[in-house]
């Protein structure tokens, strides 16, 4: 169960750099970047709205938790769990205007197909975030990626790298935006950054919601 204390130990105000560790969860506001190394580990990357925007994202390393876990120490439940507390109790943002902002990670880390961690972790993480109404805007997942998250003056710089594709690409969001869609009746969501044309980030671009795209993903001529 998460403390006060404990949220004020993930919310590191004067950090401009924030890396959540293995198991952990850290949030950020105006200002500040959060990055992510993810393999076959996921993380969910939550914006969470009042008078301001806060971000947050967790280092999920296996979504479901196993009697013999030694390093994967906290599953995908309880991060999330966590996550929404402190939104609530700290940032007084109820679960209900959260977004996932990005679903990221649960690549395979070996050629092996008996191994299905990363599914795992995907499957289950999805199922968490349904469960709290937690709406999905984009999904990068089955690879290994880098990714950023930047919020300053309700936008929010976004880069990802598919470092098995060796392919990347940055764009910016325009939050009250995003906020004012509905993600139910927005077709193509969730958006995929990497995936060539893909339907739902081109409608993000069309409605606005993506204000700048740079980088090496395929886009159509628009």
Do not use: W
């Not at 499957?123 to 109404?133: D, Y």
């Not at 290994?144 to 003056?153: C, G, I, K």
């Not at 739902?200 to 001529?221: A, C, H, K, S, W």
């Amino acid at each position: 169960m998460t403390t006060m204390q404990d949220a004020g130990e993930q919310y590191e105000k004067q950090s401009t750099y924030v890396m959540p560790a293995p198991n952990q969860v850290r949030f950020i506001t105006g200002g500040q970047t959060i990055t992510l190394v993810m393999g076959s580990c996921i993380s969910t990357v939550l914006i969470g709205k009042n008078s301001r925007y806060v971000a947050a994202a967790n280092h999920i390393m296996i979504a479901r938790k196993r009697p013999d876990g030694i390093i994967a120490t906290r599953d995908a439940r309880e991060q999330i769990d966590e996550m929404i507390d402190i939104y609530r109790e700290r940032f007084d943002i109820a679960a209900s205007d959260l977004r996932c902002l990005h679903l990221v990670g649960g690549g395979r880390k070996t050629a092996d197909e008996s191994f299905t961690v990363h599914l795992e972790n995907i499957s289950e993480t999805r199922a968490i975030l349904a469960e709290n109404g937690i709406d999905i805007m984009f999904d990068d997942t089955r690879s290994h990626y880098f990714a950023s998250y930047s919020l300053a003056d309700g936008m929010v710089s976004v880069f990802i790298e598919d470092q098995l594709a060796g392919i990347h690409l940055s764009y910016i969001i325009d939050l009250e935006r995003l906020f004012a869609l509905d993600p139910k009746l927005a077709a193509g969501l969730p958006a995929s950054a990497m995936k060539p044309e893909n339907a739902g980030f081109e409608g993000l671009v069309e409605r606005g919601v993506i204000t700048f795209i740079t980088g090496q993903r395929n886009r159509p001529d628009l």
